[in-house]
């Protein structure tokens, strides 16, 4: 069991960095940053709902749930239909929430307006604190079609198959939990600090809140669009079906480096903007000639 515990873990590590579970973490930071609200747990809450649903089915095959095992290759393709759609929509809906707010920052003065407003609403009304994110995460968690979620199933299947007792294994997906929770909110914390230094004020936070903004957009549509070419899949053919199987298959990978780009700009930003405090010094300092 110990061997099967340390997989878990490792299984929650490696599915947090995701790149919908990035994308959707980083862009929920942005808006609840940007509306002044506390979004440090917003990764915490998100990964709390989704590891909900690996909770209840691996409680359901670990405590010998017969109908479910036996179904639940249609379990996890219905559910991948579900997930999928819910992380498009959500992703679609914060890409848009950011492109109004990218308008309103690049254009001083000027309110937004038109279609991207009206896409923004149903966001301002789901997400307005960082438990919300549960239940965007809990509907994320309905996608499982993921390779460590299957295989956590495995080892819970596999644990109940070699007479390991049912309550024993639930540590299973509690492990899980814990190394999913941990990167997730290690992600939301970063990401809130380096939102929070761009609101300030600053020419130079202007510009980095700015680029951003438009960054943290541009990560929702992209990994909105490789979902939904994953989900269509064969349906436009199988070059289009080898791109998705690639970018499935370097999922997490996507998602370290959205994390890494990100908090590389913010180091950036900071670097810049000291350099520029230390060159006005240097010139005020300077007797007249």
Same mark, same amino acid.
């Given at each position: 069991?110990?061997?099967?515990?340390?997989?878990?873990w490792?299984?929650?590590?490696?599915?947090?960095?995701?790149?919908?579970h990035i994308?959707?973490?980083?862009?929920?930071?942005r808006?609840?940053?940007?509306?002044?609200?506390?979004?440090?747990?917003?990764g915490?809450?998100?990964?709390?709902?989704?590891?909900?649903?690996?909770? /209840?089915?691996a409680?359901a095959?670990s405590f010998?749930a017969?109908?479910?095992?036996g179904?639940?290759?249609?379990?996890?393709?219905?559910?991948?239909?579900?997930?999928?759609?819910v992380?498009?929509?959500?992703?679609? /809906?914060?890409?848009?929430?950011?492109?109004?707010?990218?308008?309103?920052?690049?254009?001083?003065?000027?309110?937004?307006?038109?279609?991207?407003s009206?896409?923004?609403?149903?966001?301002f009304?789901?997400?307005?604190?960082s438990r919300?994110?549960?239940a965007?995460?809990?509907?994320? *968690?309905?996608?499982?079609d993921?390779?460590?979620?299957?295989g956590?199933?495995?080892l819970s299947?596999?644990?109940?198959?070699? *007479?390991?007792?049912?309550?024993? /294994?639930?540590?299973?997906?509690?492990?899980?939990t814990?190394?999913?929770s941990?990167v997730?909110?290690?992600?939301s914390?970063?990401?809130?600090?380096?939102?929070?230094w761009?609101?300030?004020?600053?020419?130079?936070?202007?510009?980095?809140?700015?680029?951003?903004?438009?960054?943290?957009?541009?990560?929702?549509?992209?990994?909105?669009?490789?979902?939904?070419?994953?989900?269509?899949?064969?349906?436009?053919?199988?070059?289009?079906?080898r791109?998705?199987?690639?970018?499935?298959?370097?999922?997490?990978?996507?998602?370290?480096?959205?994390?890494?780009?990100?908090?590389?700009l913010?180091?950036?930003?900071?670097?810049r903007?000291?350099?520029?405090?230390?060159?006005?010094?240097?010139s005020?300092?300077?007797?007249?000639?």
């Open positions: 069991l110990l061997g099967m515990a340390g997989l878990a490792l299984f929650g590590l490696r599915h947090a960095m995701d790149a919908d994308a959707a973490i980083d862009n929920a930071v808006r609840l940053a940007g509306r002044g609200r506390a979004a440090s747990l917003t915490l809450f998100f990964s709390l709902g989704h590891s909900s649903v690996v909770v /209840l089915l409680a095959v010998g017969g109908a479910l095992r179904h639940l290759d249609a379990v996890t393709r219905d559910g991948a239909w579900i997930g999928t759609i992380s498009v929509g959500f992703l679609a /809906l914060i890409a848009g929430a950011n492109l109004v707010a990218l308008r309103a920052e690049t254009r001083d003065g000027a309110a937004p307006g038109g279609v991207l009206w896409l923004a609403r149903p966001l009304r789901l997400v307005r604190r919300d994110m549960y965007i995460g809990f509907l994320f *968690g309905l996608g499982f993921t390779a460590t979620e299957i956590l199933l495995a299947a596999a644990g109940t198959a070699h *007479g390991i007792a049912a309550w024993r /294994l639930m540590a299973l997906p509690a492990l899980f814990a190394g999913m941990l997730d909110t290690a992600d914390a970063l990401m809130t600090r380096a939102y929070g761009a609101l300030r004020d600053g020419r130079a936070r202007r510009r980095y809140n700015v680029t951003l903004t438009a960054v943290s957009a541009a990560i929702a549509v992209v990994v909105g669009g490789a979902e939904l070419l994953g989900l269509a899949g064969d349906g436009f053919g199988t070059g289009a079906a791109v998705a199987a690639m970018l499935d298959a370097h999922w997490s990978g996507l998602g370290m480096i959205i994390t890494l780009m990100l908090a590389g913010w180091l950036a930003a900071i670097r903007g000291r350099a520029g405090r230390i060159a006005e010094r240097a005020s300092a300077a007797p007249p000639g």
